[in-house]
């Protein structure tokens, strides 16, 4: 059994301990199929699992970790471009799916929510890898997110501390299975504390309202939508704690939360490489626009363009560097890649401009670049979407950039520059026929040409403004 989530019997189950979109399962149903097919993926180096919102994907996952292998969670929505890149990329053996998913080449296992098995797996050393998290940098495809279990025990453990998360909690998301937000704190720390949790299948206003929880998750742009439906949101008001991240939550939307629900929002902030760093704690002061503190075992620092540390002031802004317990291990098959994350003494350099005042509080003020984009809490690499476009023969040349966006936080919209005819259509659909519907452009825009500075290189600065 996995040290990381287990059966105890410490622990009341019951039948509905564990929904997704509608289908319920109790806590020993879901390890006992986990176990059954840990039994039939043990020893293999690596296995990818179709992460569409099902208690497929909760048992696919959860059978990983009690084999200690790997599991590579796959958007159900990625294109084949991008698809290909993650199931070679990650050496995965077999696909577990919960149907077909036929152009991958890979064998696929079906997950069978009715096996069960008793065998018993020795424990998982806590350096195995437990998952390996597709995540776009600036330029080029996805990079696979190497987290062991025990980074990932010791985040969950920091939250639950810092939320006063209990198995008497019932927590209510409706986030994809495959990033952090979603599969790591909404599904195995519900897993780790024993509370049960309820998927919505997508994060509707209306699900979230009706589902009766008392821990709610959210990107903002869940939260900006329950805040426009009053109804909705005053069914809130008998929750215990709303969390938001991925992405900044927008004060008037905290603002607005507030008023309706009761509940002032706990705000925190992570990336898939750390985990979650630093939290807003039940117990603390809740102020919008600020992520709060650093979870237990985390250590942060601000660090000036010069290499010197910034002053805690609440003013001095800085990039934000990590040290903690809850790291990657770096990225699969890219030794370059992961050596630029860390500084010189071993610090994770999250890319993320911040201040921390006098009292430790941390505030996200932005990122250092212009080509990682949040749209809708999903992060997006400028590149690998300008490189779909430009695999388009009427392409000559693209930008792409994220534009604030009321809803999404940020959206996707790329700069154009056409050899031959092409419609504004045509492009979006191409990028969805490579990569993940969310990484579409919003809107394109034609141009003559790209403003760029006397290297040569594109002048983003201006395409924003
Ligand atoms: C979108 N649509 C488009 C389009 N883009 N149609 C045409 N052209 C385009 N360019 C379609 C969508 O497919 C959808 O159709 C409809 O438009 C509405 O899209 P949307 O506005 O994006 O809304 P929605 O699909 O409801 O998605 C919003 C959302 C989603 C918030 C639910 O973005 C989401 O699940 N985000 C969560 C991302 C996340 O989990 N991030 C965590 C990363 S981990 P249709 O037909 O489908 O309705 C991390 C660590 C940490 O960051 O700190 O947590
Ligand atoms: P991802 O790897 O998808 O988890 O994206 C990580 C990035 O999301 C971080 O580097 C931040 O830029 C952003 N992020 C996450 N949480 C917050 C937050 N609460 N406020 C501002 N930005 C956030």
Request: hydrophobic share 45%.
């Amino acid at each position: 059994m996995s040290a990381l989530v287990s059966v105890d019997g410490a622990v009341p189950d019951r039948s509905d301990a564990v929904v997704v979109a509608g289908e319920a399962m109790s806590r020993e149903a879901l390890f006992g199929a986990a176990t059954a097919l840990a039994d039939r993926i043990v020893g293999a180096p690596a296995v990818a699992v179709r992460a569409d919102a099902s208690l497929g994907t909760v048992v696919a996952t959860l059978a990983g970790l009690v084999a200690g292998v790997p599991v590579v969670p796959v958007p159900p929505d990625s294109g084949p471009l991008e698809r290909a890149h993650i199931l070679s990329d990650s050496g995965a053996a077999l696909l577990l799916a919960p149907g077909p998913w036929t152009d991958t080449g890979l064998p696929t296992a079906p997950i069978d929510l009715a096996a069960r098995s008793s065998s018993t797996h020795p424990q998982p050393a806590p350096d195995t890898t437990a998952l390996i998290l597709y995540t776009s940098g600036t330029t080029g495809a996805p990079k696979g997110v190497l987290m062991p279990h025990a980074a990932i025990a010791a985040g969950l453990d920091g939250l639950v501390d810092a939320w006063a998360w209990t198995p008497d909690d019932v927590l209510v998301h409706g986030l994809p299975l495959f990033h952090v937000h979603g599969l790591v704190l909404g599904v195995l720390g519900a897993l780790r504390v024993g509370s049960r949790v309820m998927h919505t299948g997508r994060p509707k206003p209306a699900a979230y309202a009706q589902a009766g929880g008392s821990l709610y998750f959210g990107v903002p742009t869940v939260w900006s939508r329950i805040a426009q439906d009053p109804e909705s949101a005053r069914a809130l008001a008998g929750a215990r704690l709303l969390v938001s991240g991925s992405a900044p939550l927008p004060v008037p939307v905290f603002g607005r939360l507030a008023e309706l629900t009761g509940h002032r929002p706990i705000e925190r902030y992570g990336m898939t490489e750390t985990l979650i760093t630093v939290s807003t704690r039940a117990d603390g002061e809740r102020r919008p626009g600020f992520v709060g503190l650093p979870i237990a075992g985390v250590r942060t620092r601000l660090v000036g363009e010069d290499g010197s540390a910034c002053a805690h002031d609440g003013e001095t802004v800085g990039e934000l560097q990590i040290d903690s317990p809850t790291l990657f291990q770096g990225y699969l098959n890219r030794p370059e890649a992961t050596a630029e994350t860390l500084t010189r003494d071993g610090w994770f350099r999250t890319g993320d401009v911040a201040v921390i005042d006098a009292d430790g509080r941390h505030r996200i003020v932005g990122r250092a670049g212009t080509d990682l984009i949040k749209s809708g809490g999903y992060r997006i690499g400028a590149g690998e979407v300008e490189g779909a476009l430009l695999a388009h023969p009427a392409v000559r040349e693209a930008a792409v950039i994220g534009v604030a966006h009321p809803d999404l936080g940020q959206e996707i919209v790329a700069f154009v520059v056409p050899d031959g005819e092409v419609t504004e259509r045509q492009l979006i659909d191409h990028v969805a026929t490579g990569l993940s519907a969310h990484k579409r452009p919003r809107r394109v825009v034609f141009v003559a040409d790209l403003p760029r500075n006397a290297m040569g290189k594109v002048q983003k600065k201006l395409l924003t403004d």
